[in-house]
């Protein structure tokens, strides 16, 4: 179904999600009871709320106008080298899949460090938290050189991950 299915999947995915968490919190989370009236939307807050969530929109935006601009460039300077139009776009997504990998180790170590960064810091054992910082510096350190010489040391055993290409395919990448 080409584009069109990729995105029906993604929808029916997101409401599968949603209606999962909703069954969950409802029959099997009972510390904080919850009801139908709990899912009425209430304008009141929207304000709050919005501004909450606004970093992340904006985040969000930035990215997508980014990959836009760099999937409209890949197809453009594609279609004028000897790769052609759809392989920089393949190649391109590739790379950006792989290091999400490790952007999204790193995210995590971060998001789990602050936690113990933030009660530390409340509890004013700042060396406690020099450390946590530290030790979560140095694990994203750590992932980043180690995916740097993965990348480096074996692109053409990556990209394979993602299906057999041409040759032509795997000099682009």
Request: one cysteine or more; aromatic letters at 12%.
């Amino acid at each position: 179904w080409g584009v069109a299915g990729a995105a029906i999947a993604t929808i029916i995915g997101q409401i599968f999600s949603g209606c999962l968490v909703v069954w969950y919190l409802a029959r099997r989370f009972h510390t904080v009871p919850l009801h139908r009236k709990h899912l009425k939307v209430r304008f009141s807050a929207l304000g709050e709320l919005s501004a909450i969530g606004a970093g992340n929109c904006f985040n969000q935006l930035a990215m997508l106008v980014t990959q836009v601009v760099l999937n409209n460039s890949l197809k453009h300077y594609g279609a004028l080298s000897i790769y052609g139009e759809s392989i920089p776009i393949a190649v391109g997504g590739i790379v950006m899949k792989v290091s999400q990998l490790c952007f999204g180790i790193i995210i995590g170590i971060s998001q789990g460090s602050q936690p113990i960064e933030s009660f530390n810091y409340g509890a004013r054992n700042y060396d406690r938290v020099r450390r946590a910082y530290k030790l979560a510096l140095m694990a994203g350190a750590v992932v980043g050189v180690v995916s740097f010489l993965l990348y480096q040391l074996f692109p053409r055993q990556l990209l394979g991950l993602f299906g057999e290409g041409t040759a032509e395919y795997f000099e682009c990448g």
